[in-house]
């Protein structure tokens, strides 16, 4: 098993531009989330999914859409990049309690 | 929402050293994880600590939900254990999503 994997793990974009993260589990849970980690801080959740076709907002979802057309895949969008979006970017999955975390994507927006 | 805060922000041992991380959290809860986040970012899922304690080797952790905190105890501390050490608690509602502390790093040296 893969577990979680983040396509890309690394990203440069200019002010403005637009760029879609992928995050796939092959474990077959239920539950996805994104979270962005900020220097110094702890992860905070942007949006999250409880099953296929469903997705709600997290604690700082402003800026970014998601889907979740499969039950294994969830993207996180940026329509219009911004530099307060320069950030490391965690997916994770959970079927119970326990989250299970991607490797991370950092992305540099200038 | 619930606040997560842990202690101490910072803390340098030397190799074989025991250390004891705290965390203490604003609200009931019933569910508290702890997280290992190495110096290449990758978050590894250390404890599933609703109450009680639990041991895995040189690890332990201890949860007194009445009294709202968790301890992470090292023992033996090892160079690998440097990172970033963080506790999470549930949001209410459902779908796990988890309110992060800010973290404790651990530097230990040789």
């Known amino acids: 098993n893969a577990g979680v994997t983040q396509t890309p793990k690394f990203r440069v974009l200019k002010t403005g531009q637009s760029m879609t993260l992928l995050c796939a589990q092959d474990?077959?849970?239920?539950?996805m989330y994104w979270y962005r980690q900020d220097p110094g801080m702890g992860l905070r959740l942007i949006h999250y999914?409880?099953?296929?076709?469903?997705?709600a907002k997290g604690e700082v979802p402003d800026g970014y859409n998601v889907s979740r057309l499969k039950k294994q895949n969830f993207l996180l969008g940026l329509e219009s990049a911004a530099p307060s979006q320069t950030s490391v970017y965690f997916c994770?999955?959970?079927?119970?309690?326990?989250?299970?975390f991607g490797p991370g994507t950092r992305l540099t927006v200038l | 929402g619930i606040q997560v805060e842990q202690s101490p922000p910072d803390l340098i041992l030397q190799e074989g050293a025991n250390s004891t991380l705290r965390c203490n959290f604003s609200?009931?809860?019933?569910?508290l994880q702890w997280f290992h986040q190495n110096p290449w970012g990758q978050l590894i899922n250390l404890f599933y600590?609703?109450?009680g304690t639990k041991q895995n080797g040189r690890l332990s952790a201890t949860t007194v939900a009445t009294e709202r905190y968790s301890l992470l105890y090292i023992s033996s501390s090892q160079t690998t254990d440097s990172g970033v050490y963080f506790c999470?608690?549930?949001?209410?509602?459902?779908?796990?999503?988890?309110?992060f502390g800010t973290g404790t790093r651990l530097q230990v040296t040789l």
């Open positions: 994770a999955s959970s079927q119970g309690d326990t989250q299970y």
């Open positions: 474990m077959n849970h239920e539950y």
């Open positions: 999914s409880v099953g296929e076709g469903t997705t």
């Open positions: 609200d009931s809860v019933n569910n």
């Open positions: 600590i609703p109450s």
């Open positions: 999470a608690v549930p949001h209410t509602g459902t779908a796990s999503k988890l309110t």
